[in-house]
């Protein structure tokens, strides 16, 4: 599975950025994909993920603010964020989960900075 997307960049604080991530190859009849961030210093960590029967989960810091959702038929997975805080920016990368063998892959990571 090969992970595209058309990215962030850089917003002020309050502002709203959309990241997409269109997957490709062998994708599984149930899957998941989402979103993952990591800021300088930490660990990776969710944003939000979204199955391909439409549920979806999200990081205690970015409910209320960010929207994910998708489209099956395009593989495609978008990431609404609004509200944005200095706090958000981190590098964000796209995650693809097909089941039943549980396999993983990254897209690459774009930055997303969010200026106070």
């Known amino acids: 599975v090969q992970l595209q997307g058309v990215w962030g960049g850089l917003v002020q604080a309050g502002g709203s950025l959309r990241l997409s991530c269109v997957a490709s190859g062998s994708i599984e009849s149930f899957d998941v994909m989402g979103w993952y961030r990591q800021a300088p210093g930490k660990q990776r960590q969710l944003v939000a993920t979204v199955t391909s029967s439409g549920n979806s989960n999200y990081a205690d810091s970015v409910k209320g603010r960010f929207t994910i959702s998708r489209d099956n038929a395009k593989n495609t997975v978008w990431l609404q964020m609004n509200s944005l805080k200095p706090d958000d920016t981190a590098v964000y990368f796209c995650?693809?989960?097909?089941?039943?063998?549980?396999?993983?892959?990254w897209g690459q990571g774009t930055l997303v900075t969010v200026s106070s």
């Open positions: 995650k693809y989960i097909g089941f039943p063998e549980l396999r993983e892959y």
